[in-house]
């Protein structure tokens, strides 16, 4: 084996390597966006910059004729379009899940003023127990 060909062996294992990591980098946001069914929390405006940077590197992954590149950017491509298309599909999930955040940080806010301004509270439940009791459970 010559210089040259250890040379070319480290680049593909790199590549490969790369190749695993950007195939995973987003599958456990989609999995996580999937269950919960929202996508609060998520940038849709960095799921399209990932997109466009994916379809560049697939591009230059063809130029270039690097298999393993290709195929990790063509999975980063998928996730990403999948996330953008589950912010639209999950829109309302979504907006409701924040209302119920900011209600369930709005009634701990205003628990926290109640324990601080008076000795004796009325009730025994905490904020996210009142809320349950409610029917409003609050999962994040």
Known sequence: M???DDRRLAADVLGY???AGLTVL????????????HTAGLSNKMNII????AVCGIAYAILIDEIP???GEVV?????????ILNYVYKENTLRVKDMHSDYMGELENGKK????????TSALTPNEEKEENGKAFMY
């Open 2 to 4: 010559t210089a040259e």
């Open 17 to 19: 390597m790369t190749a």
């Open 26 to 37: 987003l599958l456990p946001q989609v999995y996580k966006t999937i269950k919960q069914k």
């Open 50 to 53: 990932n997109s466009c940077i």
């Open 69 to 71: 590149l290709l195929v």
């Open 76 to 84: 980063v491509l998928f996730c990403a379009a999948t996330l953008i």
């Open 114 to 121: 109640k324990e601080l301004n008076t000795e004796s509270s």
